[in-house]
């Protein structure tokens, strides 16, 4: 399948290709997903001079990864969650790994030159008073562990020289995050890859696996026999393993591109050029791409079925309209969805299934930088049994039914739940 029709396909640097895989063949380790934590693992591991293939069903970049809100943001989502199963030791290790997740992403566009209109800054806004008392003690814990960027509160008056919007009271604004163009990033990356000697097959679905000394994968034209195996298919895994697969639930989340903004408009929407999430679990994302379009996402759709193109137009641009009333005569020009891979607790989800069997999943709607930082730890827990990764295998996941009876009402269910719980929070300010 080519890349959904979306902004960022219609503005890719230059088209990729890889061939298939049609033989047998052999390699220490066999990366499964062309996605952000697949690619960045082969890289890590080629950096060290292991040999790495990788396959991904469709094209490079056609998960999550080549069609996201591009917001680069430090830490994992949640990362509080992990001290309630690890020593604060443990879990302090796991907050600094996530608060250097966007350095290892602008060390990769500097070192292999990745054209991705990358830019600085980023400003979480809140929209009542416990939101803004969250930021304000975000703030304060992140700098007591060491969060090496600025990080800086403002109120609702000078957050006006940021967003200018009626919605929100304030926010926090983190310089270390920023913007890019994910698939530019992606596609970027899998030519890092490949020039680092990764093998990468395009089109190669990855039909089974049998584990053991030596794991061997199953494709529809060829197999690969591997030492190490990392499962890197998030969202997307589908059958392939089914205990990961209901560790996590797929939920879709859409994004509207508009035409381009003349210069009066940008002035009364986000004069300062940062990208923008609120604090609400169904959240509003946004930001200006390269060339001036509003990029803005949400989830619209709470039944569970397939998000489609008229869907999302009409309601994320209501959703838009919301917050910057004046868009209302702008034309939207593109349109699309996603799967993120939300876990029970928000946290994300690193481990083995076996000795030699590793996989990352769950970011829970926020990967760009933090599947490069799972990427770190997979590929450091292959080469030398980084104790990252052993913390992180001991932290417990709920496993949910099967089927898709329940997946489907359930994240209904689920969603509506916050749809809520965000309405009421914002309702008693
Ligand atoms: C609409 C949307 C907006 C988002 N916005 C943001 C944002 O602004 N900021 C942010 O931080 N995060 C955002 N996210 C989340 C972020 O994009 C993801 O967390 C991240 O890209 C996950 O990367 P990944 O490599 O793990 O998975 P993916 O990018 O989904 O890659 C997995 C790949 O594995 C392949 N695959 C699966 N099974 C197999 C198989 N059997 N054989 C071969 N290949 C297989 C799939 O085809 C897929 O390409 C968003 C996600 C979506 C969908």
């Given at each position: 399948?080519?890349?959904?029709?979306?902004?960022?396909?219609?503005?890719?640097n230059?088209?990729?290709h890889?061939e298939?895989?049609?033989?047998?063949i052999?390699t220490h380790v066999c990366?499964?997903?062309?996605g952000?934590?697949?690619?960045?693992?082969?890289?890590?591991?080629?950096e060290?001079?292991?040999?790495?293939?990788?396959?991904?069903s469709?094209k490079?970049?056609?998960?999550a990864s080549?069609r996201n809100?591009?917001?680069?943001?430090?830490?994992?989502?949640f990362?509080?969650?992990?001290s309630?199963?690890?020593?604060?030791?443990?879990?302090?290790?796991?907050?600094k790994?996530g608060?250097?997740?966007?350095?290892?992403?602008?060390q990769?566009v500097?070192?292999y030159?990745?054209s991705c209109?990358?830019?600085?800054?980023?400003?979480e806004v809140?929209?009542?008073?416990s939101?803004m008392?969250?930021?304000?003690?975000?703030?304060?814990?992140?700098?007591?562990k060491?969060?090496?960027h600025?990080?800086?509160?403002?109120?609702?008056?000078?957050?006006k020289d940021?967003?200018?919007?009626?919605?929100y009271i304030?926010?926090?604004?983190?310089?270390?995050?920023?913007?890019?163009h994910?698939l530019?990033?992606?596609?970027?990356?899998?030519?890092?890859?490949?020039?680092?000697?990764v093998?990468?097959?395009?089109?190669?679905k990855?039909?089974s696996?049998?584990a053991g000394?030596?794991v061997?994968?199953?494709?529809?034209e060829?197999?690969i026999?591997a030492?190490?195996?990392?499962?890197?298919?998030?969202a997307?895994?589908?059958?392939?393993?089914?205990?990961l697969?209901?560790?996590?639930?797929?939920?879709s989340?859409?994004?509207?591109?508009?035409?381009?903004?003349?210069?009066?408009?940008?002035?009364?929407?986000l004069?300062s050029?940062?990208?923008?999430?609120?604090?609400?679990?169904i959240?509003d994302?946004?930001r200006?791409?390269?060339d001036?379009?509003?990029?803005?996402?949400?989830?619209?759709?709470?039944?569970?079925?397939?998000?489609?193109?008229?869907?999302?137009?009409k309601?994320i641009r209501?959703?838009m309209?919301?917050?910057?009333?004046?868009l209302?005569?702008?034309?939207?020009?593109?349109?699309?969805?996603?799967?993120?891979?939300?876990?029970?607790?928000?946290?994300?989800?690193?481990?083995?299934?076996?000795?030699n069997?590793?996989y990352a999943q769950?970011?829970?709607?926020?990967?760009?930088?933090?599947?490069?930082?799972a990427?770190?730890?997979?590929?450091?827990?292959?080469?030398?049994?980084?104790?990252?990764?052993?913390?992180?295998n001991?932290v417990?996941?709920v496993?949910?039914?099967?089927?898709?009876w329940f997946?489907s009402?359930?994240?209904?269910i689920?969603?509506?739940?916050?749809?809520?719980?965000d309405?009421?929070?914002?309702?008693?300010?």
């Amino acid at each position: 399948m080519p890349h959904v029709s979306s902004y960022y396909a219609a503005s890719v640097n230059q088209k990729s290709h890889f061939e298939s895989l049609s033989s047998d063949i052999k390699t220490h380790v066999c990366v499964i997903g062309g996605g952000f934590t697949g690619l960045n693992t082969a890289i890590s591991l080629a950096e060290k001079n292991y040999d790495v293939v990788l396959i991904e069903s469709e094209k490079i970049g056609w998960g999550a990864s080549g069609r996201n809100g591009g917001q680069l943001i430090s830490g994992f989502t949640f990362s509080d969650y992990f001290s309630k199963h690890l020593s604060s030791e443990e879990a302090h290790q796991i907050w600094k790994i996530g608060a250097v997740a966007t350095d290892i992403v602008r060390q990769r566009v500097n070192q292999y030159g990745i054209s991705c209109d990358l830019k600085e800054g980023f400003i979480e806004v809140a929209m009542n008073a416990s939101q803004m008392r969250e930021l304000i003690e975000r703030k304060e814990d992140w700098q007591t562990k060491g969060y090496k960027h600025q990080l800086s509160i403002v109120e609702e008056s000078s957050l006006k020289d940021h967003v200018i919007s009626d919605r929100y009271i304030g926010g926090l604004i983190d310089s270390g995050s920023g913007h890019l163009h994910p698939l530019n990033l992606c596609l970027g990356e899998a030519q890092a890859a490949k020039s680092l000697g990764v093998k990468i097959y395009e089109q190669t679905k990855a039909l089974s696996f049998e584990a053991g000394e030596t794991v061997t994968i199953h494709t529809k034209e060829g197999s690969i026999k591997a030492e190490n195996l990392v499962l890197a298919g998030n969202a997307y895994i589908g059958n392939l393993q089914k205990k990961l697969r209901r560790m996590i639930f797929p939920a879709s989340s859409c994004i509207i591109a508009t035409e381009p903004l003349n210069d009066k408009m940008i002035n009364e929407t986000l004069p300062s050029d940062m990208a923008v999430c609120d604090l609400n679990t169904i959240l509003d994302y946004y930001r200006l791409s390269s060339d001036r379009r509003m990029l803005f996402g949400g989830r619209y759709n709470y039944s569970g079925a397939e998000p489609d193109d008229a869907g999302i137009r009409k309601h994320i641009r209501n959703r838009m309209l919301k917050v910057f009333p004046s868009l209302e005569n702008l034309k939207i020009d593109y349109a699309w969805s996603g799967n993120v891979a939300v876990t029970m607790n928000r946290i994300p989800q690193l481990g083995k299934l076996d000795r030699n069997i590793f996989y990352a999943q769950g970011y829970s709607g926020h990967g760009v930088a933090p599947t490069h930082a799972a990427a770190e730890i997979i590929s450091n827990g292959i080469v030398n049994e980084d104790k990252s990764l052993n913390i992180l295998n001991r932290v417990p996941h709920v496993q949910l039914p099967g089927g898709k009876w329940f997946s489907s009402p359930a994240m209904a269910i689920g969603m509506m739940y916050y749809q809520f719980r965000d309405l009421l929070s914002n309702y008693i300010k």
